[in-house]
C-alpha cells in the first residue's frame, strides 16, 4: 500500500500520456485494422472507399417511367352536309385516301324530287308572269315576278346541295374512323361526323408525366419509348414542351408532355 501510494502520481501522469498516444476509438480501430492487414490491403480498402463516396457524390439520371398516348399531329373530320341517307360508304378505317378523293355518297333521290318539283313550279311561275304582262296586270305580273325570284333561290340551295352528294377527303392522309358496315344506308343528321381523316407523317406521343416528377422533366429532355406491339424496338426523342396545366388520367394527377416524332415511313 505505501508503495502504490508513492508510485500513484507518477502511475497517473504515464497512463494518461499513454492513452493520449493511442488516440480515441477510431485510431485504436484503425490501428488494430493496419496491423491485422498488410499495408498493400490497407491501401485497397482505402482506394475503395474514396470510390465509393466518390460514386455516391456523382450526379445520375433520375428516369421517370410513365405511360403515353400517340396522337396525330392534326387531324380533319368529314360531316354530313344535310339530312339524308348514306348511299354508299367507299372507305373503311386504315384505308390511305388522297385529297379530293371520294369517301362516300348520300342518297339523291329526295334532291331530284324536289329540285324536279321547284323546277315545275318556277315554269308555272314564269308562264303567270307572261300571261300577267301580256293582260296588262302589272300587279299579278309582279307578284310572279317575286315568286320566281324565290323559287331561284331555293333551286340554288338545292343544287349546291346536291353538288355535296359526293363526300371527299379534304386531306391526304389515313382514315381512322367510318365504318361501311356501319354508314351504308344509314340516316344521318347535319353536321354528323362520319370520317375522321388524320396524316400520319408527324406524330405527337403525349407522356402522362406524374404531378410529384413534374420538376424533373424540362423541355429538351430525352426520352427512350416503347409502343404496345412493338415493344423490341426502341423509339427516341425529345421533349418539345410541357403543358402548364395538370390534367386527371386514369383517376391520376399527371402533367402532359409532348414529344414530337417523324413518321414519313408509316410504321408507326
Known sequence: VRFLSTVAKCLSATLELTARAEGGLVRRAMTRCRRAVSRQAFALMTLSAIGVVALMASPWPYRISCRCVVEPM?????????????EMSLVQPGDVVRAGQPLARMDAREVR??????????????????????????AKSELARLEIEQLDAKLELLRRRASLLELQAPLDGVVLSGSLDKLSSAPVKTGQVLFEIAPLDRLRVEVSTPAEDYRHVPEGASV????????????????????PRSEIRDATDVFVAEVEMDNRDHSI
Open 113 to 138: 324530287w324536289e329540285l324536279a318539283g321547284l323546277e315545275a313550279d318556277r315554269r308555272q311561275a314564269l308562264q303567270q308572269r307572261d300571261t300577267s304582262l301580256t293582260r296588262g296586270e302589272l
Open 74 to 86: 392534326q387531324r380533319r373530320f368529314v360531316v354530313a352536309p344535310h339530312d339524308g341517307l348514306i
Open 224 to 243: 427512350e419509348m416503347r409502343f404496345e406491339g412493338r415493344l423490341n424496338e426502341l423509339q427516341t426523342g425529345t421533349l418539345s414542351r410541357v403543358r
